[in-house]
């Protein structure tokens, strides 16, 4: 038997029209951090053909103590054989190094070049002050209700479990801020 969901019914203030306007407005602004400030970024400031995954692959070797290729498929939420093909790449292009263990050589661990160090810093750098230039054309009203807004969407999907908060979890690791939404719900135990 073939089981169909139930289509949520809105309450009497969340029009259809308010509701498409939304994911609208959402869609623009996922494209617009993806590619503006993201991927597009990426190709800027990168000489070598570095992708997006591949970035975050960087970011979390930067953010993570004692990663195995293990870890850093868990962290990722992709595969093992992806995850080891990801590192054979990252290792060709000098980001990125196996480190042995010294106390069991069976285990490798991954580090960042200084190489791979200096790209996430000139990447996180400039899209940092891309974001800046964005915010600064807002009034201080616009910028508070734009945290607001997102602060409160992604509490009101965790809470209602649409969201699940180790899913859209940023793997921040050493770096996690006790202002990001998830960690002022106690929504994830620790971060990855």
């Known amino acids: 038997m073939r089981r169909v969901k139930e289509t949520v019914k809105l309450p009497i203030a969340l029009t259809d029209e308010l509701l498409s306007h939304a994911e609208l407005v959402a869609r623009v602004f996922l494209q617009a951090m993806y590619t ?4 597009k970024l990426l190709e800027e400031l990168a000489e ?3 992708t997006y995954s591949q970035m975050q692959a ?8 004692r990663v195995t290729v293990g870890d850093l498929a868990e962290g990722l939420n992709i595969s093992y054989p992806s995850a080891t093909n990801m590192v ?4 060709r292009k000098a980001l990125i190094r196996r480190v042995a263990n010294p106390r069991d050589r069976r285990q490798v661990g991954l580090t960042l070049t200084e190489a791979g160090r200096e790209l996430i810093q000139r990447v996180d750098h400039e899209r940092r002050q891309r974001f800046a230039a ?3 054309r807002m009034s ?8 607001n ?3 409160a969407f992604i509490r009101a999907g965790v809470e209602t479990g649409m969201l699940k908060a180790y899913d859209v979890c940023l793997q921040c690791g050493t ?3 006790p202002n990001c939404p998830l960690v002022e719900m106690h929504a994830v135990e620790a971060c990855r």
């Open 88 to 91: 054979h790449r990252l290792e």
């Open 58 to 65: 960087l970011r979390y070797l930067n953010t993570h103590k």
């Open 149 to 151: 807004g997102l602060s």
């Open 175 to 177: 770096d996690a801020d």
């Open 48 to 50: 070598s053909d570095l």
């Open 36 to 39: 503006s400030i993201g991927e």
């Open 140 to 147: 201080q009203a616009e910028r508070q209700a734009f945290i």
């Open 134 to 136: 964005i915010l600064a």
